[in-house]
Every structure is written in structure tokens, then in C-alpha cells.
């Protein structure tokens, strides 16, 4: 897929039961949050879900929904779930009420049609496995962002926290972020397609950059006091 395309309303099975429309399950106004595993009970996985799981209400602020996907079957999750929450070792995080659902993508239909599969990596059958694919979707439905990790490395989630935060101000405002931003106590930059009195208009104070080539295009701006 590429970006800005509408995401696909596929059905699937979780370790919950159906989901007929993934649009339906989105719901209006939320953004979604897909990310594939390589298998359930494997220990990458479980370190990079128990970090989803602990970040789970700082995803839900966003109006993030969450949902997980791999080849293993729903039952494998129930059970793996259990697992997860030990490595997670919060007392807000349960088994019973865990805070994101996983899909059971066991014909790969899903992982195909998403290119998320892992030539390199298979399982006992010698079926590809899933690689460790992010997908953010926006409330229009459309892919704003997609990552695609090998599976000997793990995801940091406080980096997608980041991605989504950056995308949701651009949102707002003419800005985008900068190398290793960290949220509104550090500056942006104003797009390069924002003229200069409408950047003033809209922010007050405009620090633009004196640089070799003369050209104004660094402009920074403080959006907190």
C-alpha cells in the first residue's frame, strides 16, 4: 500500500470473535493503530507487546485504537496473552480485559494482501511468517504511515507514540517536526509551503535561521510558552 491510499475494510477473526468491517471497527473519528508479529510465544513478540500493552492508555489519549496481527490462530493468543501480561508486570494490565485484540490471520490472507509477510522467516511448516509491520490509519481511513522491521529487531512503541503525535499536529497546524523531537516543549518548523505573513499571522513569532545560502526556508516556531 502506499500512503494516502484507503486502508482495505477487510473482516477478520481475533482472540474476541469477528470483526466484519475494519472501516465499522474503527469507528467515525478514531485512528488505528496495525501492527503484525512474527509468532505468538516467541520473545521478541512478547517484549514488543507488553510495550504496546503499557502504552495502551497513552494510545487511547490519542484516540488511537490498537489491534495486533499474526498467523497464529486465536486460541494461540488467548493462551500467549497470559504471557504477555506476566512480561508486562503491571497491575493495570490483565488478561481479561487486555487492551488491544490480536488478529488470527491463519490462512495469511491478510498478511498477503498487506505485503506484510517475511520471506526470510518461516515457521515449522516452511510457511512464511509475519514481519513487524506498523500501519496508521487516520480517520478518513487513509494509511498515513507505514514501518517495516526485520524480525530480529524490535519495535520501539514510544517511537510510534511520536510519529502519531507529529502526524495529529500537522494536522492542526503548518508545521512539521524535526529530528528527534519529543512533543510541544520542543520547536517546530513551519512547512515550506506556508508564506511568511501567513506564518506570522498564525503564530506570532517566527524564528527564522540566518544561513549560507541566504535563503529563509529553516523557520522555527514555539507553540508552547
Known sequence: MKLGETFPA??????????????????D????????????????????????????EQFHDR???????????????????????????????KSESFPFEI????????ATALGML?????????????????????????LRAQ????ATTGRNFD???RIIDSMQLADRLP?????????LAQSCMVQPNVPADKANEIFGKVNTMSLPSGKSYLRKVDLVD
Open 10 to 27: 477487510f473482516s477478520a477473526t481475533t482472540n474476541l470473535g469477528k470483526i466484519e468491517n475494519f472501516h465499522e471497527w474503527m469507528g
Open 29 to 56: 473519528n478514531s485512528w488505528a493503530l496495525l501492527f503484525s508479529h512474527p509468532a505468538d510465544y516467541t520473545p521478541v513478540c512478547t517484549t514488543e507487546l507488553a510495550r504496546a500493552a503499557q502504552l495502551a
Open 63 to 93: 484516540n488511537v485504537q490498537m489491534i495486533a496481527l499474526s498467523c497464529d490462530s486465536a486460541e494461540s493468543h488467548r493462551g500467549w496473552i497470559n504471557d504477555i501480561v506476566a512480561y508486562a508486570n503491571s497491575p493495570v494490565i
Open 103 to 110: 488478529i488470527a490471520d491463519e490462512d495469511r490472507s491478510l
Open 118 to 142: 517475511d520471506p526470510a522467516e518461516k515457521d515449522s511448516k516452511g510457511m512464511p511468517l509475519t514481519a513487524r509491520a506498523v500501519f496508521i490509519i487516520d480517520p478518513k481511513k487513509q
Open 147 to 150: 514501518i517495516l522491521y526485520p
Open 159 to 161: 517511537e510510534i507514540l
Open 175 to 183: 508545521v512539521a517536526t524535526p529530528e528527534g523531537w519529543k512533543g
